[in-house]
């Protein structure tokens, strides 16, 4: 040993390990279209942004651990007082299981179950004590008059109540230290850009501001017009660029909601501006606070006191969010493991047939239009690899290799990318095929020839896919192929479920054998 560090092994590690001598003479330049930003929204995309947490999903979380922490505080004083004296019963369990239901529920009825709460202390610590207090007054009112208050441990019941109330207290303090390290760091806060810095976008931004303990961070204004109608500054909040910049813009930095501040009533300026933004995987809505015309308050959505009214949402997001998080790594790692014997006779299969790699490396489009490398088995030889994809594979391809035929025939090529989805997490079982970057039809590139082509990108890219499980897979030579992806790939995350997930995945065998004349 010459005392050289070595780097440990781990998936990323091993994967460029195989891919290190893919096919370099070949690589193309990769050349990234971005539209110019001013450089006020420039100074926004540079900072550090960290990741959101999303607010459901963390009292979501909390009233878990209040069913479980006073859950675990109730047995273990019956395991350790009652039960040594008395024998087991299965009274005293289902009592606690309902004293805890029924915390949860009044620490519900009480609106403890806040974010915004959370970073307090009095508010939160009065209502959870007066909660937790009727809840047993409230059990000891329905054991008197069930008759069976005498079958309980008076000093069990106190102990299970102050000690309860003990756990609580001290999980709300630790709470609320996490949740006001979060908001310093921005986990909470929903970054919000606002179309329209005339009078209009400068009062809804007052609106905002004014609010206490709101999550709303404005990042800043964009407007089209350059007439004394448009604000450089709204209530302080910089006006960023045009419309046309807000794709761009959204794709460097993390945007969570787009808020219009015009009025109803310019619905074309309006309509026009939804066609280029709805392709963003954000909440996009229409502030309502200047209109005259008044809805039913239930029409409205709310940002704190400031009435909004919905127009796109992002997919998938909260719990359905942490659903196909679990979905991908467990269903993931299971494929993973099974595929691991046929990864390893395909791998021995395309280095025996031509020099070069075992695996090849690829950028495609990923969440959000993100460039991802998404990992497959070689199926070219190696010194005609097209890193790019600028020039799409046809039938009898001259630069397929003999194995490679058979496996891209039975997408066998595409089983690495169950790292991506397991390791990585660039990409899930299921959801639209990550296209690769200079994908083109006709010399097209994709986003040029079908509307809407990026609203693709709204969730995760998959391995398998609504619009490959209905034969829209393979060679892309005419508009009808692309345009169908898009359609069922649109129709997907429109109706996606974990169901729907789990029924693609299951015709997905089915499909690659009855469904694969266009790929070659």
């Known amino acids: 040993m010459d005392g050289t560090p070595v780097e440990p092994l781990n998936a990323r590690s091993m994967l460029d390990a195989a891919t290190t001598a893919a096919a370099r003479p070949a690589d193309q330049p990769f050349v990234e279209r971005r539209r110019r930003l001013s450089p006020a929204a420039l100074e926004i995309v540079n900072q550090k942004v960290a990741r959101a947490y999303s607010p459901i999903v963390i009292t979501g979380f909390v ?25 087991f019963s299965w009274t005293y369990p289902a009592q606690i299981v309902a004293v ?13 179950y806040q974010v915004q709460l959370f970073r307090g202390q009095l508010r939160q610590m009065t ?13 000891i009112g329905i054991s008197f008059f069930a008759k069976f208050g005498t079958e309980v441990s008076r000093l069990w019941l106190a102990a299970f109540y102050v000690l309860g109330l003990a756990a609580l207290i001290c999980e709300r303090l630790i709470l609320r230290s996490l949740v006001r390290r979060w908001a310093r760091q921005g986990r909470l806060d929903r970054r919000t850009i606002i179309v329209g810095s005339d009078s209009n976008g400068e009062q809804l931004v007052e609106a905002l501001r004014a609010q206490e303990d709101s999550d709303i961070h404005v990042l800043g204004v964009f407007d089209d017009r350059n007439d004394s109608r448009a604000l450089d500054t709204c209530a302080g909040a910089r006006k960023l660029g045009k419309v046309d910049d807000i794709v761009e813009f959204a794709r460097r930095t993390r945007v969570d909601l787009v808020l219009f501040a015009l009025p109803i009533s310019a619905e074309t300026r309006i309509l026009e501006m939804l066609k280029k933004l709805w392709v963003l995987p954000v909440d996009i809505r229409l502030s309502a606070h200047t209109n005259k015309l008044r809805f039913r308050p239930r029409s409205y959505s709310y940002l704190g006191e400031v009435p909004t009214l919905d127009v796109f949402e992002a997919p998938i997001t909260d719990w359905d969010l942490v659903m196909k998080w679990l979905f991908d790594r467990i269903v ?50 190696h010194h005609q690899a097209d890193p790019t994809a600028s020039k799409v594979v046809t039938r009898n391809d001259p630069r397929v290799t003999r194995v490679g035929r058979f496996i891209r025939k039975t997408s066998l090529d595409e089983l690495p990318q169950l790292f991506n989805v397991v390791f990585f997490g660039n990409l899930s079982l299921v959801g639209p095929r990550p296209h690769a970057v200079q994908g083109k039809l006709q010399s097209r590139l994709f986003d040029e020839a079908v509307d809407g082509y990026f609203a693709r990108h709204r969730v995760k890219p998959g391995i398998t896919g609504w619009a490959q499980i209905n034969g829209w897979r393979g060679e892309i030579d005419n508009q009808e192929k692309i345009q169908k992806r898009v359609e069922f790939d649109l129709y997907y995350i429109e109706n996606w479920s974990v169901l729907f997930d789990l029924v693609i995945l299951l015709k997905t065998p089915i499909s690659l054998l009855t469904k694969n004349e266009n790929a070659y």
Do not use: T
């Open 127 to 139: 209502r959870m004590i007066s909660s937790w207090s009727f809840v047993f007054l409230l059990f």
């Open 100 to 112: 805890a239901v029924a915390a949860v529920i009044c620490f519900q009825a009480a609106d403890i």
């Open 63 to 87: 009233r878990v651990v209040d069913f479980a922490l006073l859950s675990l505080v109730g047995i273990a004083l019956y395991a350790g007082y009652v039960m040594p004296l008395v024998g």
């Open 332 to 381: 993931g790692g299971f494929a993973l493991l099974a595929a691991l014997p046929v990864m390893a006779l395909v791998a021995l299969a395309v280095k025996l047939d031509s020099p070069g790699p075992v695996l090849f490396r690829q950028k495609r489009f990923g969440f959000n239009n993100e460039r991802i490398d998404v990992y497959k088995f070689r199926s070219m030889h």
